[in-house]
Structures are given as C-alpha cells and as structure tokens.
C-alpha cells in the first residue's frame, strides 16, 4: 500500500463553453475497473441526446489499469488528452467523462485536444483533489497522572489525536503515518518515562484536501 497519493475529493461536475458547445466534465474516484465503467456507462445514459460522452480513467496504486475513448470524435482528440491531465496531475483511482454538445462550430484536432483537456482540468480544480496517507491508529494507555502533559505535548506535535476514552486509565488514540510508528512510539515512551502501554491498532487512509 502506498503511505501517500492522490485522488478526486469524490463526484462532481462542472461545465464551461467553447465557441458554443458545451463540454460538461464529470469526475468520480473509482477503484475498479468494472466501477469506473458503470460510472461511464451512467453518463452516457443521463446524457444520451449528447454528441460526445467521451472517457478516460486511471486505477491502481501503480496507475495499471488506464483507458480512454474518442466516443465518435476525431481519434486522439477526445479520451487522450483527458487521460494525460489525469497523469499530469499524478491521480489515482480517477475516472471522468466529458460530454459535449456541439454548437455549430468545429474546432479542428487541436482545438478538440485543448478543450478536453480544459474541461477536465477546470473540472478537477473545481471538484476537489485530496491526498490520502496511510495511518496506524496507535493506541497509548496510562496513568491519570500523565493526562495533562501527554494531551499538551500531542496537541503540539505532528501527531493528531483520534479520540480519548477515559476508564481505568486514560487511553490516547493517535493516528500517525505509517511509516512514522516506531518514531512515535519512542516518543511516546521517552514522553511518560516508560510509563505508557502501547500498542498499535487498525490501518487506514485519512483524506486532507490540498
């Protein structure tokens, strides 16, 4: 699993015209390859009086699955460039349509190139990107005694508190980066003098609009 990448904030749409056509981009994280073409086939069916559903989306940590379609415009024009925004902006788990209703006026190869690729890129600054980390809740219990400074010292750190339950003991939930584990957790020992039970709990991705 990657500790960092970067992905669509999630669905969302966002229009803008060019010599009289409109080109509507349509954004969603998809993480398989069978959700990124239900999405794509959900499109076409909302805008099937359009000239143009055209796609393109990129799946997998390692970006393995990358596809893109012309739908019926010059090929090369349509579904590529879409897909080099997407490469360009290093996004994962990304797909996106672009519908385009034609207004009367052609754009020539390099015209259609451009405004697919403005669509798509106007539509991902509109929508949202987020940067997902990979975290390990960490979980720190200990004496009552230990409450006022452990809770000062993480609220100034690099750390983020998860939540704190108070029974027996009080007990810290932390989430901290992946790879940033036994750091903490010497941290946290030289903090409460050995005092402290550690352990480390579940493993997920926070999400941080950037």
């Not at 080109?23 to 009086?49: C, G, L, N, P, Y």
């Not at 991902?124 to 006022?148: F, P, Q, S």
Request: aromatic letters at 8%.
């Amino acid at each position: 699993m990657l500790n960092k990448y970067l992905t669509v904030k999630g669905y969302g749409e966002h229009e803008i015209i060019i010599q009289k056509s409109r080109f509507i981009a349509h954004v969603q994280r998809a993480v398989t390859e069978d959700e990124a073409q239900s999405f794509i086939q959900e499109i076409k069916k909302k805008h099937r009086e359009a000239n143009h559903n055209c796609s393109a989306y990129m799946i997998g940590q390692q970006n393995q699955i990358q596809k893109a379609n012309d739908d019926g415009e010059p090929t090369g024009t349509a579904g590529i460039p879409m897909l080099e925004v997407l490469k360009k902006r290093d996004l994962k788990d990304t797909a996106v349509v672009v519908t385009r209703y034609f207004g009367g006026i052609k754009l020539g190869g390099g015209g259609l190139i451009r405004a697919y690729g403005k669509s798509v890129s106007e539509g991902l600054n509109a929508i949202g990107i987020v940067e997902r980390t990979l975290m390990c809740v960490m979980h720190a219990k200990m004496d009552y005694t230990w409450i006022g400074k452990v809770e000062n010292e993480l609220r100034s750190s690099i750390y983020e508190i998860k939540e704190i339950h108070y029974a027996d003991q009080v007990e810290f939930e932390v989430y901290v980066e992946e790879n940033q584990k036994t750091a903490y957790t010497e941290w946290m020992t030289e903090l409460t003098n050995g005092q402290a039970e550690i352990m480390e709990g579940e493993t997920l991705y926070l999400e941080k609009e950037i």
